[in-house]
């Protein structure tokens, strides 16, 4: 189904506004012109505003503006992430469900949902996931230790941020992986891995974009310090090619990062971030470090020196800045 749906838009992009007859794209496809107009219909179920024109075939006016793999999968320029989505309209949370099918799923499988009724943040946080963001979760399966797997966070952090910055946005990272515009997050990663013994079996990249949402549709308790790529730029984002640049950009980070020293993606990392040389405030499940960071761990922790001097690593934990 899917590949034929993929096969008609094709065409009738191709076709750049003038009519396609059903025959015509059924002698394209191999099939009845009767199954042609099904896909059709099914095509305009799903907000694809195609145009019947009596006698001459079938115009597409517009695309819909939901994140179909079909339209995602339609010009990615990807070898790896993307090529198998899992798409939904709704669901709790694109992490769970990754987690859930990793173990059977080819690397660069996604998942994504226009809606999060259950969406995680780190530390336990819940995270807001209305209509308008992008909310997906991929699958990889590096060869690498566990601990190593929260370098990816920092992989995915730079990439989101590259993508942003081609906007023309000044996006910047805070460690260990919110990606902020003017000091407000537009993005949030959580990581989970599945390990034997010492060596990862995958890891879920989940990543979350603030995107289309204006912010009054992001509940005052989480609206403070949030912002959206809509708000920021002044315009509608067409999430569909934002999508498609960003699984390109982080694929360009993965390969990088399977490929060359961890240190190479470090130093990009280092000089998009915007926490070092601040003073911090750190809480971690058992502490709380203060002081001012003053660089990271090969792993991608943050190193902190305190105010006595010495100096503290912290692999995972919430970080606040002294002064926004
Ligand atoms: C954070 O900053 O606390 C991390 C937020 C991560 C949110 C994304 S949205 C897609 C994926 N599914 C989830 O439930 N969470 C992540």
Known sequence: MGDRRSQIIKALIDAQNTPVSGEELGLKLGISRTMV????????????DIESAPKRGYVLKSL???LYPEEIQLGLKTTLLGKKIHYFEEVISTNSVAKEIAASEKEGTLVISEVQKGGRGRMGREWVSPHGGIWMSVILKPRIPF???SRLTLVAGLAVANVIREMGLDARIKWPNDVRIN?????????????????????????????????????ES?????????????KHIRRASFLQDFLFELEQQYINFTTQPFSNILDEWLTLSDTIGRDVKVTTPSRIIEGRAVGVTPDGGLIIRKTDGTKEEVIAGRCIYARP
């Open 37 to 48: 107009w099904k896909y059709i219909k099914s095509l305009k179920a799903d907000g694809y």
């Open 64 to 66: 819909p503006q939901l």
């Open 147 to 149: 601990r190593h797997a």
């Open 183 to 219: 000091g407000k997050k537009v993005c949030g990663i959580l990581t989970e891995a599945k390990a034997e013994v010492d060596r990862v079996d995958y890891v879920v990249l989940g990543i979350g974009i603030n995107v289309n949402m204006d912010l009054k549709e992001i509940p």
């Open 222 to 234: 989480f609206r403070t310090g949030s912002t959206t790529l809509k708000v920021e730029l002044g």
